[in-house]
C-alpha cells in the first residue's frame, strides 16, 4: 500500500488539512485528516486535488487523435498529463463520412489507452452558419444510419458528441445518442431558444465552448446563448486561454452559471509547440504567439491550452475558491459524462491527484498512485 500525505486536500466539499491519503493498487483505500505526517509517507508541502478531465481536446504536442499511429496518439495523452489531465477525451473534427468512421473505428480499437476515456466527436452534424474552423464541405444533416454505423465502430467508446440542433432529424438523433449513453453537447449552432429548449429536453446536457460559434446573446431575441446560460439543466463548456473568452464574459459565466461550468483546453496538436502552420482536418491553421487562426482570418481554431494553464489562469484573474475550481476542472465533467471513478478524492476511485502550490502552479501529478515523472 502506497501512502501520501498533503498539507491540505480539496474534497467532499470543503478544504481539509493534514491528509493522509492510502492507495491500494491504484484505488483510494483509506482518507485521514487532521493527522501528522510519518516517515512511511510521501509527503507534499503543498494543496491536492483531483486530476483535472478535459472532455474536449484534439491533440497536443505536435500531433492529433486523427493520427493513425497509436505511439502518437498516446504521446498526445502523456503530454497532457504532465500538465495535470489524468482523464482526457480524444476529441475528432468534422470528416467525410468514410474518413470519420476510419477514425472512430481506429481509436476504438485503441481505447482505453493510457489516460484517453473515450471519443468525442465535434461534426459533423454544425451550422455552416457557425462552423469555426470546421471545413463547410464535410458539414451535413445527421443520419440515423451513419449514427448507427459510428456507434458500432466506436466499439462502446463513442462518449460524446456536438451537434446543432437546429439541423433537420437533430432532436430524435439527440434522443438516439441518449439511449446509447452518449452525452450530446450543442455547439457550431444558430439555434434558437425554441429548438434550444427541444435538446435539452431530448437530453442534450452540455453547449460546446459557450459563446464561440454561435449567435452572440442579444438583448432582444433569446438564441442557445442566453437559454442555455439560464438553464438548470445545461452544463457549459469555458476555454480559459484569455483569448477564447475576455475577462468580464467570464465574470458573466461564474456569476450566473457557475454551478454548471466545465473547463475544457479545445487543445490542438499545436499545444506545447513553437508557432507555425498546421493543418486542423481539411484546414490551414496559422498559429502565432500561441494562438491558433484560420489561414487568412481571424476565426481562432482551437487552442495551444493545457489545464495546467487553465487552472492557473482562472485562480490568478477571478475570485474563485478552490472547491468551485475543482467542481469546474473535475467534479462536474465526471458528473455530467457518467465517469464513475474519478472526478473527487474519495475512497473507492482512482487516485489521480494534482498537488498545486500556492501560486497555483501544479507541482506533482500522480496517476493511479504513482508520481508522474518530469518530461
Request: charged fraction near 20%; charge should be negative; glycine fraction near 8%.
Amino acid at each position: 500500500m502506497d501512502k501520501f500525505w498533503f498539507q491540505s486536500a480539496v474534497f467532499a466539499g470543503k478544504i481539509h488539512s493534514k491528509v493522509q491519503i492510502n492507495v491500494e493498487s491504484g484505488i483510494i483505500h483509506e482518507i485521514n485528516v487532521g493527522v501528522e505526517k510519518s516517515s512511511d509517507d510521501l509527503a507534499f508541502e503543498n494543496m491536492v486535488i483531483p486530476g483535472f478531465i478535459d472532455t474536449h481536446c484534439h491533440g497536443g504536442g505536435g500531433y492529433f487523435f486523427s493520427n493513425e499511429d497509436s505511439k502518437k496518439v498516446e504521446s498526445i495523452s502523456k503530454f497532457h498529463l504532465d500538465n495535470g489531465t489524468t482523464t482526457l477525451f480524444a476529441s475528432l473534427v468534422s470528416e467525410d463520412v468514410a474518413t470519420l468512421e476510419s477514425q472512430v473505428r481506429r481509436l476504438g480499437s485503441l481505447l482505453p489507452l493510457s489516460t484517453i476515456e473515450g471519443i468525442h466527436l465535434e461534426g459533423p452534424w454544425l451550422s455552416k452558419h457557425f462552423n469555426g474552423a470546421h471545413d463547410p464541405n464535410n458539414l451535413r444533416t445527421p443520419d440515423h444510419t451513419e449514427i448507427r454505423n459510428l456507434l458500432d465502430a466506436s466499439d462502446g467508446k463513442l462518449l460524446s458528441v456536438t451537434i446543432a440542433p437546429e439541423l433537420d432529424h437533430a432532436i430524435e438523433i439527440i434522443t438516439l445518442l441518449e439511449s446509447f449513453g452518449v452525452t450530446v453537447a450543442l455547439g457550431h449552432t444558430d439555434a434558437n431558444s425554441e429548438q434550444t429548449l427541444s435538446a435539452i429536453n431530448a437530453g442534450a446536457r452540455v453547449v460546446t465552448h459557450f459563446y464561440s460559434c454561435m449567435r452572440p446573446i442579444s438583448h432582444r431575441t433569446s438564441t442557445l446563448a442566453l437559454e442555455s446560460l439560464y438553464n438548470d439543466q445545461i452544463y457549459l463548456e469555458f476555454i480559459l486561454d484569455g483569448s477564447h473568452i475576455q475577462k468580464k464574459a467570464i465574470q458573466l459565466l461564474l456569476d450566473v452559471a457557475k454551478d454548471r461550468l466545465i473547463a475544457v483546453t479545445d487543445a490542438i496538436s499545436a499545444a506545447g509547440m513553437p508557432d507555425g502552420e498546421l493543418t486542423l482536418g481539411n484546414v490551414s491553421v496559422i498559429v502565432k504567439n500561441g494562438i491558433a487562426n484560420l489561414k487568412g482570418s481571424d476565426l481562432l481554431a482551437g487552442s495551444t491550452l493545457t489545464m495546467r494553464s487553465a487552472y492557473k489562469f482562472l485562480m490568478d484573474n477571478f475570485e474563485v475558491s478552490h472547491v468551485d475550481a475543482v467542481a469546474f476542472f473535475s467534479g462536474n465533467p465526471a458528473k455530467i459524462y457518467n465517469l464513475e471513478n474519478v472526478g473527487s478524492i474519495e475512497v473507492g476511485k482512482r487516485a489521480n491527484f494534482v498537488v498545486v502550490n500556492s501560486k497555483n502552479e501544479v507541482e506533482t501529478v500522480i496517476l493511479e498512485g504513482k508520481v508522474v515523472p518530469s518530461s
